[in-house]
């Protein structure tokens, strides 16, 4: 899919989050999860402004980026989709913040629970490529995701199970599976 809106999204996603880099041990440009995430949500779905939110899903989160702005940029539809995956980070709790994503995204639409599941598809996947042989490391970077995130994306996994029919549904219930499995040695590498 090649449209000017998407050439515009990936121009704004570029600058917006310039010099932004991933949590992690190699200084990775941010920009290439989002173009990840643009790429899964393209094989599970045909329309434009999916996959347009999907460049822009972590500019009104991570950025100065403002609503208004994406409204004027783009439209009423590609912002509404990336306001219900955008976390509301006036929330300071930790689990409450992720208890009210997966809310938002349930109620945000088809749109929103592709890009929700895209996003922590390969999320959950970078930080098993970059952590595999470095338990201490990603519980330094990651020690939530080692106990209350496994029950935020189990959350999220219910909800994308109930009410998105959609393959990504299967592909997220696998990288999961595999997430929980890496979790779980995580765990016992640090109990022991």
Do not use: C
């Amino acid at each position: 899919m090649y449209s000017y809106q998407i050439e515009k999204a990936v121009q704004a996603a570029a600058a917006l989050h310039h010099n932004q880099y991933r949590k992690g041990p190699v200084p990775i440009p941010y920009v290439t999860h989002v173009f990840s995430v643009f790429l899964l949500v393209q094989d599970y779905t045909p329309h434009e402004d999916t996959a347009t939110a999907a460049l822009l899903h972590d500019t009104l989160e991570d950025t100065d980026y403002t609503e208004a702005a994406l409204r004027e940029d783009f439209s009423d539809a590609v912002a509404n989709i990336v306001l219900a995956v955008s976390e509301d980070t006036s929330i300071n709790d930790w689990v409450a913040r992720k208890k009210e994503y997966v809310r938002s995204v349930a109620e945000g639409g088809e749109a929103a629970l592709i890009i929700s599941a895209a996003d922590k598809i390969h999320n959950m996947r970078s930080m098993i490529e970059q952590y595999h042989d470095d338990v201490p490391g990603y519980l330094e970077a990651f020690s939530r995701y080692a106990t209350d995130g496994l029950v935020f994306l189990e959350n999220l996994q219910s909800i994308l199970t109930e009410q998105l029919d959609n393959a990504i549904v299967a592909e997220f219930q696998h990288v999961y599976s595999e997430f929980n499995t890496f979790n779980q040695h995580v765990n016992e590498q640090k109990n022991s």
